[in-house]
């Protein structure tokens, strides 16, 4: 696939991470451009998730910065920086269990401080608003294929339905950049199909990705770039045919093979 034109969206700038004597993340930097699908590849503990958590604000870095659109967030908490368009899922979803489907939805939409007040105030506006939050959630759950399944318990879905769930929750964010971590670990290939497909949908009409995935296939299909991590940097990166054949990748990722 090939790269679309375009300044990078989301810099990593020698950001540096450690737990105790451990460096996690060490003077770590690339780009991730807009409008592509970049794979984040790398053995365990290579510091895939903890570069996650870093640009979503769940941790901060110990040195070095996080760039989005232009600006540091290496300091912004979580709900600021999904506020600015930048949102994550996570590789064991995180939905609540003992709401509906639809309640899921709902919860995931963000509201201003002061709803009370403004609720009060503006009632006649919050409830178009309401209106239009309701009929996004509906849109949205119809894209993920979860529409029939909207008064279902979130406890009740299967695995991919889950992740289906959270990839929905994060769209009620209206998304600029999505970070996926191991979106198609444990589904069944029917989730499977419908999750890279939505992946790709969305990819098309704008959204960039940035996915952790042990999937080399599927990496190898649908992405743009892949970067490969190891020992908390990246070793390589670039198109995933040229990648895939870089003698540091065949030693330190994929014991000298690439299937």
């Given amino acids: ?6 300044t ?21 930097s690339f780009d991730v ?4 699908i970049t794979g984040l590849i790398g053995p365990n503990g290579a510091g895939k998730t903890t570069t ?27 709900d600021r920086i999904a506020r600015r368009g930048l949102v994550r899922t996570f590789q064991t979803p995180r939905i609540f269990a003992r709401m509906t489907v639809w309640e899921n939805m709902m919860f995931a939409t963000p509201e201003p401080a002061g709803e009370g007040m403004l609720r009060a105030l503006f009632r006649p506006a919050w409830k178009r608003q309401e209106e239009k939050t309701s009929d996004a959630a509906r849109d949205i759950l119809t894209f993920v294929e979860l529409e029939p399944l909207a008064n279902e318990l979130g406890g009740s879905l299967s695995g991919g339905q889950r992740k289906l769930l959270e990839l929905a929750r994060a769209l009620m964010l209206r998304p600029q950049v999505i970070l996926l971590d191991e979106p198609t670990a444990g589904v069944s290939p ?4 419908i999750l890279i497909d ?31 991590m190891h020992y908390g940097k990246p070793i390589a990166e670039g198109e995933p045919q040229v990648v895939r054949k870089d003698p540091r990748v065949l030693e330190a990722y994929l014991g000298g093979e690439v299937a």
Wanted: hydrophobic residues 45%; contains cysteine.
């Fill in 1 to 6: 696939m090939t790269i679309p034109d375009g």
């Fill in 8 to 28: 990078p969206v989301l810099r990593l700038d020698r950001v540096v991470k450690s737990f105790g004597g451990l460096m996690a993340v060490d003077h770590c």
């Fill in 33 to 36: 451009e807009a409008g592509t």
């Fill in 52 to 78: 996650f958590n870093l640009i979503a604000g769940v941790l901060a870095p110990d040195d070095g910065d996080i760039r989005y659109r232009g600006e540091s967030i290496a300091t912004l908490p979580p």
């Fill in 190 to 193: 029917t989730m499977r199909r």
């Fill in 198 to 228: 939505r992946i790709l949908e969305l990819n098309r009409t704008g959204t960039t990705f940035l996915i952790i995935e042990h999937d080399l296939d599927m990496i190898m299909r649908i992405c743009h770039k892949m970067i490969v």
